[in-house]
Each structure stands twice: as structure tokens, then as C-alpha cells.
């Protein structure tokens, strides 16, 4: 079985861009793709969520969504004001071992940060890894603070025994402060974990076809892509 959880450091800091890259890059070596999204909040029930996104962007083939709740909040407070039945860690496991039956790679995007609750007993995107087994790959931004984010998210990684696979920066500025430029070097050792890719700010604005040909340059070979993490720190200035 080869499943992906996309988590993050937060919100908004691009996990559904990356999880778009991820499919892209394998659609594009011949691999059968879907996306898995647990909960969508904050969405209509006729506006288009996470998953159409990464199906417009990736030419991904397959997509599902398990449940949507309207108001933009945590899954588990959505679900509880709009009077519905939350999303489950073994739901969310069952629901990908199924995808997984007949894709080579599913990837399974949360929302939020990696311990935001999706019901009542406080489960959350790191039970489902933990009960797939699978390893998890964490969004982080570029900027000033998401060193104590990507070290607490490692943390609690580590902590219940699942793999962080890396790091992917999910929005890279044009033009990169101090921080951001400095964070390239520190990312790694404050993660634990390597430094996996860098995706451009905007990168989701793209039009599909332009996505599709970017996306291995903003991965590194470990995700299937071309990024190198050297070069493109000599090229942002690191350290300078």
C-alpha cells in the first residue's frame, strides 16, 4: 500500500498545493493517482473544495472527499455546530486502504496542523497515519516562526512512532527575507527530517498545463521530482 499524509505546520500555508504537486509528479511517470480528503470545511455544498483543485491542477484521475461542513473552522467544532456526524480516524484509514486497493499512490490531505481534532474523543490526522502506517510529509511556510512549528509538528511525530518523510516549503516568496532564506539550512535540523521542495507562491493560480510542467522542479527526487535543496539554497542566498 502507498499512502501519503499531507499535513502542516497550520492553515493556508499550502498543503493543498503540495498534495496537487505530489499528483501531478506521479501521474506524470504513469501512476495511477487519488486524493483522499478526510474533512472540507469552510466550503458551500455546490462550491468546489480541496480535492477539485488538485484534480484541476494534477490531472489526477481519482478524488473523494468524506465529509464537508460549511463554517471555515477545526473539522471536529464544523462538524459539531452544523449538527452532523464527524469524520473518524478509521474511517479516514478505511477510506484510503480502500483507494489503495487500486491506485499506486493515494495521497491523504488534513486540515489544518497535524493534531487538529475531527471529533469528540479528540482523534486527529496523526491516528490515521498511525493506523495506516504511513508516513506523513509536512507543509510548512517560509518565514519567521515556522522553525517552532515544524519542531513542535516533529515532536509529536516522533512521539506516537509515525515517519515524518520531510519538508516541503508550501508557498517560496519571489523575493525571500532573512528569515526565510536562513530557514532553508535550519528547516532540516529544527525538522528533523530533509528538506523535500520548495513551491512557488502562486503556483496555484497556474494554469493547469503550466502547474503540470513545473511541479518536478519544486520536488525533490525522494517525492519524485527534480529539486535540488542545495542548489536552490546557493540560488535564494542562504545564509547570506
Not at 474523543?121 to 508516513?135: M, V
Amino acid at each position: 500500500m502507498s499512502v501519503i499524509v499531507v499535513s502542516g505546520t497550520g492553515t493556508e500555508i499550502g498543503k493543498t498545493v503540495v498534495t496537487a504537486a505530489l499528483a501531478a509528479v506521479a501521474t506524470a511517470s504513469g501512476r495511477s493517482v487519488a486524493m483522499l480528503k478526510p474533512a472540507q470545511t469552510g466550503v458551500g455544498p455546490d462550491e468546489p473544495g480541496d480535492v477539485a483543485d488538485v484534480l484541476r491542477l494534477s490531472g489526477a484521475v481519482t478524488g473523494e472527499e468524506l465529509a464537508r461542513f460549511p463554517e471555515p473552522l477545526a473539522p471536529g467544532t464544523a462538524a459539531r455546530r452544523a449538527g452532523l456526524d464527524p469524520v473518524r480516524p478509521e474511517a479516514v484509514a478505511a477510506a484510503a486502504r480502500e483507494l489503495a486497493a487500486t491506485h499506486d499512490l493515494v495521497l491523504v490531505e488534513g486540515a489544518g496542523g497535524l493534531l487538529v481534532r475531527f471529533d469528540e474523543e479528540g482523534g486527529t490526522l496523526a491516528d490515521a497515519a498511525r493506523l495506516l502506517g504511513a508516513p506523513v510529509l509536512v507543509v510548512v511556510p517560509a518565514g519567521l516562526g515556522t522553525l517552532n512549528t515544524a519542531t513542535l509538528t516533529a515532536e509529536a511525530l516522533r512521539a506516537r512512532g509515525i515517519e515524518q518523510l520531510g519538508v516541503v516549503v508550501g508557498s517560496w516568496p519571489e523575493e525571500p527575507d532573512l528569515a526565510a532564506r536562513c530557514n532553508l539550512a535550519d528547516l532540516p535540523e529544527a525538522a528533523g527530517a530533509p528538506l523535500l521542495g520548495a513551491v512557488p507562491a502562486g503556483a496555484g493560480a497556474l494554469a493547469a498545463e503550466e502547474f503540470r510542467s513545473g511541479a518536478s522542479s519544486w520536488l525533490a527526487p525522494a517525492l519524485g521530482g527534480a529539486w535540488d535543496a542545495a542548489a536552490f539554497a546557493a540560488a535564494a542566498g542562504a545564509g547570506a
